[in-house]
Nanobody, 123 residues
Framework: QVQLVESGGGLVQAGGSLRLSCAASGSIFSINTMGWYRQAPGKQRELVAV???????NYADSVKGRFTLSRDNAKNTVYLQMNSLKPEDTAVYYC?????????????????WGQGTQVTVSS
């Protein structure tokens, strides 16, 4: 079992920046995919960005050029730097973990989830 603890998030004005962190612990397989998904009220959970243990990344089209996902394998931690935030980025952001290497795992394919952190962008 892998446990994920998220930090960061909060309220920011449009155009501002936030940084989310997610630390993994437990039975972590060295070859894995970690990332962030988000869910706005009344909408399905959607992929934001994922990063594989080798460093390869994939981003949703809506965040390309604004969000950057990185990881520190020694700390089993991933970081999502979110710049130029827009009101439509408002959602609960969830950290996810999946054993193995995947380009864009569906939400129902992920093995572990964090508790979620609220990101609110005011206009």
């Amino acid at each position: 079992q892998v446990q994920l603890v998220e930090s960061g998030g909060g309220l920011v004005q449009a155009g501002g920046s936030l940084r989310l962190s997610c630390a993994a612990s437990g039975s972590i397989f060295s070859i894995n995919t970690m990332g962030w998904y988000r869910q706005a009220p009344g909408k399905q959970r959607e992929l934001v960005a994922v990063i594989r243990s080798g460093g390869g990344t994939n981003y949703a089209d809506s965040v390309k050029g604004r969000f950057t996902l990185s990881r520190d394998n020694a700390k089993n931690t991933v970081y999502l730097q979110m710049n130029s935030l827009k009101p439509e980025d408002t959602a609960v952001y969830y950290c996810a973990y999946k054993r193995g290497l995947y380009a864009s795992p569906r939400a129902d394919e992920c093995d572990s989830w964090g508790q979620g952190t609220q990101v609110t962008v005011s206009s």
